[in-house]
């Protein structure tokens, strides 16, 4: 993440977090998604935000850049530290568990960041990366978004759940579940889902793995 996206998220904060509070029925979806993935022991948020998603995992500590997403994100009573996923300033296998939700789209080098996670992982440790994949009908829409010019998506390189499979493999990580939300399209009435099994065409998924 390069420094001017770290301004911009210090500046819109407020804006950034105020979606979850607007959209409460696609926030649950998420939410339980995540809660589905049921991650345990000590974990690790890599670019925690403002701490609202990725609160509804058991995450004892988060980084990120933006000071003022951190503010928001102490309200979890999560401990925090000023990072970038791309350097971790963490000992080896420190953690049992990393939570990345809606980061590696604003990732400078992702790779970077998936081979720093595995670092800091614990022996069969798992990783847990939550994306709007590109090729699905919220994906599209955010990237409609990003050409019109906005504030946080023009920033995004968004990803497909087969380019994140692949990455996690060349970082040598073994993909052991993955659960999504979100059948509907950005244009329906938004509606409270249960996790699906099949990815396809979902407008919120999260692949888990495990380090090899």
Not at 47 to 60: E, N
Not at 72 to 95: N, Q, S
Request: aromatic content about 12%; glycine content about 6%; some cysteine.
């Amino acid at each position: 993440m390069h420094e001017l996206l770290y301004k911009v998220f210090d500046e819109y904060a407020e804006r950034y977090d105020s979606w979850y509070r607007k959209n409460p029925i696609l926030f649950e979806c998420e939410a339980r998604v995540i809660r589905q993935l049921k991650l345990h022991g000590k974990g690790l948020s890599v670019g925690v935000g403002t701490g609202t998603l990725d609160s509804q995992a058991p995450v004892d500590v988060g980084i990120d850049p933006s000071v003022n997403m951190l503010r928001f994100a102490a309200t979890y009573g999560i401990k925090l530290v000023r990072a970038v996923g791309e350097y971790l300033p963490f000992k080896d296998e420190t953690f049992d568990f990393t939570l990345m939700t809606a980061t590696m789209c604003f990732l400078k080098s992702p790779e970077k960041a998936i081979w720093e996670i595995r670092r800091v992982l614990r022996r069969h440790g798992e990783i847990a990366i939550c994306i709007v994949p590109r090729n699905s009908r919220w994906g599209e829409k955010y990237m409609e978004k990003a050409k019109k010019g906005h504030i946080f998506y023009k920033h995004a390189h968004f990803y497909t759940l087969g380019e994140v499979k692949q990455l996690l493999k060349k970082c040598f990580f073994r993909v052991i579940a993955v659960k999504s939300a979100l059948s509907y399209s950005p244009h329906d009435k938004p509606r409270i889902e249960e996790p699906l099994k099949d990815p396809e065409g979902k407008g919120f998924v999260c692949i888990k793995a495990v380090k090899i």
